[in-house]
């Protein structure tokens, strides 16, 4: 299924990972995914160091040389952690971030680096972003480094951290989903029983959350003036509100349904779509059979 939206073409193949292509020729994944959690070990192979991806973190003492240009993180005693994301500095997209690490106590003046920073093999991802939280209750961005670096250190003072991590919910869509349609600057697919969404003007990022349950498997949509028509075989619901907070899912027929995702079309503004009985339309509130 394929789908036009602010100069992207946004498509799906059974049983891949949805993609998106501006220029026709470089292809990427929807989104980015966050770094993934694995087992580190070692030399041996065998020994478990650790697990997951996230960062860890030790302090380091500031070098006597004043031409490094290093400052204390505070100056005054602190607790913080660290976190860490992907990013493509050309369209900005960023992925969900990693495990957060362990909490380090630190003293007036420390500075800390950080290791096991995992980089990412998809071929969009540009750059790392390195969060902190210390004096804060929110993670803030510390710095970008490029993706290829696994070790950096931490010198930024406290009092220069400006912007806040806002990814924490920006999910890919799940490998296999279908019936790519957008409304209310919304994308919507389904996969099995499943309607997935997007965030609004934000086609990269599906939340885990949003996403609803239908009593059977989902075989297509259809936005209409009025909502957007949930179809299995046999029964035809319209989810309804234009934003998440307002969406519900009402029933619209339990005689008819609809057989094929790509047979839902507007013919000049009427909906019509493929059913068991035949085709299908919309009219004075109730579907009809046309033939």
């Not at 799906?12 to 087992?39: C, L, Q, R, S």
């Not at 957008?182 to 990269?204: H, R």
Request: charged content about 15%.
């Amino acid at each position: 299924d394929y789908l036009e939206y602010d100069n992207v073409l946004y498509y799906t193949e059974a049983g891949n990972k949805p993609y998106k292509t501006k220029d026709g020729v470089t292809v990427n994944f929807m989104g980015i995914a966050a770094p993934i959690d694995h087992p580190l070990f070692e030399n041996d192979g065998v020994t478990p160091i650790m697990e997951g991806s996230k960062p860890v973190v030790s302090i380091r003492a500031i070098p006597d040389d004043p031409e490094v240009g290093e400052s204390p993180i505070s100056g005054s005693n602190i607790t913080v952690q660290y976190t860490y994301t992907y990013y493509n500095d050309i369209d900005g997209t960023e992925s969900a971030p990693a495990t957060l690490s362990n909490e380090l106590a630190l003293d007036a003046g420390d500075v800390t680096v950080l290791d096991n920073i995992t980089f990412s093999t998809d071929p969009q991802v540009t750059h790392i972003r390195i969060y902190r939280l210390g004096l804060t209750t929110t993670m803030q961005l510390v710095k970008t480094i490029p993706n290829n670096i696994s070790t950096t250190r931490d010198a930024v003072p406290t009092t220069e951290l400006t912007t806040v991590l806002e990814s924490y919910s920006y999910q890919q869509p799940v490998a296999g989903i279908m019936g790519l349609v957008e409304a209310y600057g919304i994308l919507f697919g389904f996969k099995g029983t499943s309607l997935y969404y997007s965030m609004i003007g934000k086609p990269n990022y599906w939340p885990a959350a949003q996403q609803y349950l239908i009593k059977a498997d989902i075989t297509g949509l259809l936005p209409i003036q009025n909502g957007i028509f949930i179809f299995t075989k046999t029964e035809t619901f319209m989810l309804t509100g234009s934003k998440p907070e307002d969406f519900a899912i009402i029933p619209v027929s339990k005689e008819q349904g609809c057989i094929s995702h790509k047979s839902c079309k507007l013919v000049k503004n009427q909906p019509v779509w493929a059913c068991l009985d035949g085709y299908a339309t919309w009219s004075s509130g109730y579907v009809q059979v046309l033939s």
